[in-house]
Structures are given as structure tokens and as C-alpha cells.
């Protein structure tokens, strides 16, 4: 079974705080998204990756910045928290590039005071 | 306007009923329709997906596309309690490229 695993489950951050979200795959996938989920909104892409050091922005990638270090691991780095991104956060991970499901972890919800 | 738009529910259905889910878009370059289904606390999971129009049936699921009217669907038949979840249809235009979502129906499923 694809596993995909993110940190924290919950985490609540000061307006201003440097806060990185860590997401694990363990299927050797060479694409990892970040998305956003809020009420009404569905999923929003924040950013993803297709390889190792390589980064796409997505759909609201402003305030946001991404590392991939290496293939298994993808981070999210909200480098001034705001209260405007607390919100449900969401990996996912991918293989190949046709049409293959896209693997979500649990989330992370976050909350910026 | 949304590039997708999805009623947001929630849907409150008996069990063994038909559960009807809908997604509307506008973008005509879509090609690619899927359905995820979302747990309370859970990530989405992929339901069904199917390229440009036509019906694709799995078990209970019927999921039908019509690109003419820019309309997807998405059937549960015979449901479950356990059906009680987010339903979000997600779209793309291309395989390799990345999913447009909406924004999720909430169904429940009352035994």
C-alpha cells in the first residue's frame, strides 16, 4: 500500500512564525503536490514537485516556498505565518506522468493566531 | 466564477437510496474526470476516473461524463452508511498535468 505521512496532524503557529509541514512518501513517486483545502473551496495547489530539486508553482503559491531535498520527502515552508493560511494542508504524491492517482496523506491542520 | 463548481450539500440521503453527485466546469480542454472520496480526518481517496465522455461503471459507483454540457456525475447505488463522506470531483486537461478540484459535496448516508 502507498503510504503517504505528514507530520503533525494538528499544529497552531503565531502570526510571524516560521513554520515548516513535512510530508513522506514511501513509493518511490517522482511527483509531490502541496495543497491547500478549504471550506467551499475544495483543494488548491500550492505547489508541486516532479523530481528531486525541481518545483512547479501551482495555483496560490504566494506566501509559500517548497523544498525537495530528497525523492521520498517534500516540504511546505510558510516563511511569515499569517492568519489568512490557516487552513487544512494536504500532500500528495503521484508516479510517473499519465493519468495515475494522486496518493493523499491524513492533512495538517493548521492554525495561525 | 469556478472553474468547477460542485454543490457543497450536504446531501442527506436513507440507506439503500441513490445518491446522485454532480460537478459542473468550464474549461472545454478537460479531458480528465475523477471522483475522490473524502473521510472526516482522512485524506481524499481516488473512487473512479474516466477520460472524456461516456459512462464507467465499479460495483455500487456509475460515474458519466458529458463534455457537450460541460457535466459530470457521479451514482451510488444501494447506499451504505459507510458511504457517508466528502465527494470531489477533480479534472485536468491533459494526464500528465495537474487536477482542478471542486469544492467537495457532503453526503450522509442515515441507516
Known amino acids: 500500500d502507498v503510504k503517504v505521512t505528514q507530520s503533525s496532524r494538528y499544529l497552531v503557529k503565531r502570526t510571524g512564525e516560521k513554520v515548516f509541514l513535512e510530508c513522506v512518501q514511501d513509493?518511490?513517486?517522482?511527483?509531490m503536490f502541496w495543497y491547500r483545502q478549504d471550506p467551499g473551496l475544495g483543494l488548491r495547489l500550492i505547489y508541486f514537485?516532479?523530481?528531486?530539486?525541481m518545483k512547479e508553482k501551482g495555483d496560490i503559491p504566494e506566501g509559500y516556498s517548497v523544498s525537495r531535498e530528497k525523492k521520498e520527502r517534500f516540504s511546505l515552508i510558510l516563511e511569515s505565518a499569517s492568519t489568512n493560511q490557516t487552513s487544512m494542508y494536504l500532500c500528495?504524491?503521484?508516479w510517473g506522468q499519465g493519468p495515475y492517482e494522486q496518493y493523499f496523506g491524513p492533512g495538517t491542520r493548521l492554525t495561525v493566531t | 466564477q469556478k472553474e468547477v463548481e460542485q454543490d457543497p450539500g450536504p446531501l442527506s440521503v436513507p440507506e439503500g437510496a441513490i445518491v446522485s453527485l454532480n460537478c459542473t466546469y468550464s474549461?472545454?480542454?478537460?479531458?480528465?474526470f475523477m471522483w475522490y472520496r473524502q473521510y472526516s480526518r482522512k485524506g481524499p481517496e481516488l473512487l473512479m476516473y474516466?477520460?472524456?465522455?461516456g459512462n464507467k461503471e465499479d460495483g455500487r459507483f456509475t460515474a458519466q461524463v458529458d463534455k457537450s454540457s460541460k457535466y459530470i456525475s457521479l451514482f451510488i447505488r444501494d447506499s451504505q452508511p459507510s458511504d457517508s463522506a466528502t465527494y470531489l470531483c477533480?479534472?485536468?486537461?491533459?494526464?500528465?498535468?495537474?487536477?482542478?478540484f471542486g469544492g467537495g459535496t457532503r453526503v450522509l448516508v442515515k441507516p
Open positions: 500528495a504524491s503521484r
Open positions: 474549461n472545454s480542454a478537460f479531458q480528465y
Open positions: 474516466t477520460y472524456s465522455s
Open positions: 477533480a479534472m485536468s486537461e491533459t494526464a500528465g498535468n495537474k487536477l482542478t
Open positions: 513509493m518511490d513517486h517522482e511527483n
Open positions: 514537485s516532479y523530481d528531486v530539486k
